[in-house]
């Protein structure tokens, strides 16, 4: 069986095997109303989320709950593994480089970017956050769709799905295998091709996360610029075209495959490898790398 | 050796007490005491060879776990 | 004895990162399920006796020592490991000493080449009791021309809280010493020996970068307990070895590793040993565990060790002043030991491999606070191992 629907400003699909209509109603209620919290909550283009309270209220520490707390912490060890280059406080940069403007921004423009971006100028210190500059935007991309994956899937699994996948815009977790055990297999979009599946993989486990810019990238003059953005010179990372990994949750994998997006083909690579996950990077050329069983 | 012991005694008393008194790591900061360098034993095996080496060559031993099977290593 | 599986760290940092919002354990299994095989090969070599204090082929002891050890998950909870010992021993040991010149001891090596080989087998089965908590239960076997040993053992731990983990058990171990040539030699033909162990630890986890272990092991031997081919010299004549046919020994020991950064770590390790023979020792190690760029791990380290001579050692007894008890074993003496090591690694997928050497040297000169007397029984010796892991995930 499978659902579609729409959430976080992407396609998504719920498919479940091996149940009745009932069990399968109720995990899709479970999933619609798990994304619909986690969109109330994270959306940077609702004023009444709470990362929009977070990012307004300058000054004053707000006392967030464990799950916000979790999130920044995990944010906050990401920023420290990729030495600044993964950074959630970098929202004013990247709505700069975003396609929609279809311009490339002006020096000027992306140096009063700057002066609100930077890790360093928020402080958290658990369950207190707090906001140093006024006009900084948060953006939890690269964490929420995969978290939100994850908690989709568990929900699914409390509904009594044993075999299925949360698929939230590219981004899967896994409820359970076939009922013959054997894994689902699942298609990586190929970059730069509308539609076409550019690898089949099988995701026994876990979850699988892409990271690419095949679709958000500015192009102007037919020139490419990605959307992955160093928050530390305020321009695009020249990086893999998309990088998919599986892990033991989907977070981990989009994790993974965002860090390795923001260090650049060469150390990406050479990360990856050392990571030890099953991954697949596919460079600017086409030019597939990585370990992944297709 | 009692007065060994009781050093020890005191000495293990004081890491129990400062173990229950300090803030807890929480579980997402232990990433680092995971390392394959923070192991107490970082290759077993290895470890169990050099024991072996320096238990059949001097007077004494001790590892922390038990005394296990001898030989006769001379 | 497992092969632990070495997840990269990045790996373990992430799912360490990610484990309170995903519910997952926070590291990688370090008791994987997947299995994993590991084999290590150590070439252990003593330096030839020197010169004019030795009667005898001056060759020492030389060891080749292979082993192969399985490890893998049983169902949920459960971890087996099996390791397999096959060592091929070959050379001279020291079989007495008389009194030379000046009273200094001349070694007198034991003419005949020994060679003999040992065959051993230990397995284990660890049980996740829930709560973070295991027990481990294991048996083991070790065989030789002259020496059968069979030992079993259980242990547990336990987290008393967030940062203190308690473990605790024991081992008994039966050995059976069987001495070749013992008629030609007149030596005992046959001897049993027992060792009761018992040990507890805690340890506790200091802050995100360090961790210390302290634990105490003590252990109560009883049977035969002398070395059937080694003599003592009392007074004009050569005696058989002759010991207590009983001893206890208690170690206290304590373990501290120290995060430096995220490429470096500090291990310290030190130990007190006392026995009921009146030997007491002191060891301290250093090491240094250095991750560098492409997968490579460095490990240099430094070993002190000082210990001091048992009631009864001499090199030689003057016949008056030999008690009941009376051992020439250089083991029994007062000396003290330097050793450096190195050991490099590297992973390349799913194999680990492991290449190293350790350079040991004892003398009596070396000991803390006494060690005057001249043990020329006292060895240095060599060793380089390497190894190979693959693991099946």
């Known amino acids: 069986m499978r659902f579609e629907f729409s959430t976080m400003g992407c396609p998504c699909a719920l498919h479940v095997e091996a149940c009745d209509d009932a069990t399968a109603q109720r995990a899709y209620a479970a999933t619609l109303a798990e994304v619909d919290r986690l969109d109330r909550k994270y959306s940077h283009y609702r004023a009444d989320s709470l990362l929009s309270e977070l990012q307004n209220k300058v000054g004053a520490p707000i006392a967030v709950d464990d799950e916000t707390a979790n999130l920044l912490d995990f944010a906050a060890e990401l920023h420290r593994q990729s030495d600044g280059l993964f950074d959630i406080t970098a929202g004013k940069l990247t709505r700069l480089w975003d396609a929609q403007n279809h311009r490339v921004p002006s020096q000027k423009e992306i140096d009063a970017a700057l002066r609100v971006t930077g890790w360093h100028r928020v402080e958290w210190q658990r369950p207190n956050f707090r906001v140093t500059t006024a006009g900084m935007r948060l953006d939890f991309g690269g964490l929420v769709k995969e978290y939100a994956a994850d908690r989709c899937a568990q929900a699914c699994r409390d509904a009594g799905v044993t075999s299925g996948v949360v698929d939230l815009g590219g981004d899967l977790a896994?409820?359970?295998?076939?009922?013959?055990?054997?894994?689902?297999?699942?298609?990586?979009?190929?970059?730069?091709?509308?539609?076409?599946?550019?690898?089949?993989?099988?995701?026994?486990?876990?979850?699988?996360?892409?990271?690419?810019?095949?679709?958000?990238?500015?192009?102007?003059?037919?020139?490419?610029?990605?959307?992955?953005?160093?928050?530390?010179?305020?321009?695009?990372?020249?990086?893999?075209?998309?990088?998919?990994?599986?892990?033991?949750?989907?977070?981990?994998?989009?994790?993974?495959?965002?860090?390795?997006?923001?260090?650049?083909?060469?150390?990406?690579k050479s990360w990856l490898h050392e990571l030890g996950l099953p991954h697949l990077c596919i460079d600017a050329d086409g030019e597939r790398s990585g370990d992944i069983a297709i | 050796m009692r007065r060994d012991l009781r050093i020890f005694a005191v000495l293990s008393i004081g890491l129990l007490m400062a173990g229950c008194a300090t803030t807890p790591v929480q579980p997402w900061e232990r990433g680092r005491l995971a390392g394959w360098d923070m192991r107490w034993d970082s290759d077993p095996m290895q470890a169990a060879a050099n024991e072996h080496a320096h238990f059949s060559k001097e007077g004494t031993s001790g590892e922390i776990g038990a005394a296990g099977g001898g030989c006769g290593c001379n | 004895m497992s092969v632990n599986r070495r997840p990269s760290s990045s790996l373990t940092l992430l799912l360490a990162a990610s484990a309170a919002l995903t519910g997952q354990k926070a590291h990688a299994d370090e008791t994987t399920s997947a299995p994993t095989i590991g084999y290590r090969f150590n070439v252990y070599d003593e330096d030839a006796f020197s010169g004019a204090t030795v009667i005898g082929s001056p060759q020492r002891y030389h060891v080749d020592t292979q082993q192969l050890d399985f490890s893998s998950g049983v169902g949920d909870r459960n971890t087996l490991n099996v390791n397999a010992v096959h060592e091929v021993m070959s050379g001279s040991s020291p079989w007495y000493e008389i009194p030379g010149p000046n009273n200094k001891p001349i070694q007198v090596l034991s003419g005949a080449t020994i060679r003999d080989h040992r065959n051993a087998i230990d397995a284990s089965l660890t049980h996740d009791a829930g709560g973070n908590s295991t027990t481990t239960i294991d048996a083991s076997y070790s065989t030789e021309r002259d020496y059968h040993a069979t030992a079993i053992g259980a242990e547990h731990t336990l987290p008393l809280n967030a940062a203190l983990t308690l473990g605790f058990g024991g081992s008994l171990s039966h050995d059976i010493v069987a001495p070749t040539d013992a008629l030609i030699f007149d030596r005992i033909t046959h001897a049993e020996k027992n060792t009761l162990s018992a040990f507890g630890s805690l340890s506790w986890v200091m802050n995100k970068a360090s961790v210390i272990e302290s634990g105490i092991q003590i252990n109560y031997q009883s049977g035969y307990l002398s070395d059937p081919y080694k003599l003592a010299t009392v007074g004009d004549v050569q005696l058989p070895?002759?010991?207590?046919?009983?001893?206890?020994?208690?170690?206290?020991?304590?373990?501290?590793?120290?995060?430096?950064?995220?490429?470096?770590?500090?291990?310290?390790?030190?130990?007190?040993?006392?026995?009921?023979?009146?030997?007491?020792?002191?060891?301290?190690?250093?090491?240094?565990?250095?991750?560098?760029?492409?997968?490579?791990?460095?490990?240099?380290?430094?070993?002190?060790?000082?210990?001091?001579?048992?009631?009864?050692?001499?090199?030689?007894?003057?016949?008056?002043?030999?008690?009941?008890?009376?051992?020439?074993?250089?083991?029994?003496?007062?000396?003290?030991?330097?050793?450096?090591?190195?050991?490099?690694?590297k992973q390349f997928g799913r194999w680990e491999f492991t290449v190293g050497a350790e350079r040991y040297h004892a003398s009596a000169s070396y000991a803390l606070g006494g060690g005057d007397v001249f043990n020329p029984g006292a060895v240095s010796y060599t060793r380089i191992f390497a190894g190979l892991d693959y693991h099946f995930d």
């Open chain 3, 241 to 345: 070895d002759t010991r207590p046919d009983r001893r206890t020994e208690v170690a206290w020991l304590v373990r501290y590793r120290y995060a430096v950064n995220a490429d470096a770590a500090l291990h310290l390790d030190s130990r007190v040993a006392a026995n009921s023979w009146g030997q007491k020792s002191f060891t301290v190690e250093a090491a240094w565990y250095q991750s560098l760029s492409g997968g490579w791990q460095l490990v240099p380290g430094v070993r002190y060790y000082t210990q001091d001579s048992a009631r009864f050692y001499a090199p030689f007894f003057v016949a008056e002043d030999a008690g009941d008890f009376y051992s020439s074993d250089y083991r029994l003496g007062g000396f003290g030991s330097l050793s450096a090591n190195i050991n490099l690694r």
């Open chain 1, 174 to 268: 896994l409820i359970g295998p076939h009922e013959d055990g054997e894994p689902w297999i699942v298609g990586i979009k190929a970059p730069r091709a509308e539609g076409k599946a550019s690898a089949r993989i099988e995701l026994p486990r876990g979850g699988l996360a892409t990271s690419g810019d095949y679709e958000r990238a500015l192009i102007v003059d037919g020139k490419r610029y990605s959307h992955i953005v160093d928050p530390r010179s305020g321009y695009p990372i020249e990086s893999f075209a998309s990088v998919s990994v599986v892990a033991e949750t989907c977070l981990v994998a989009g994790a993974a495959s965002t860090l390795a997006m923001l260090s650049g083909v060469e150390r990406g």
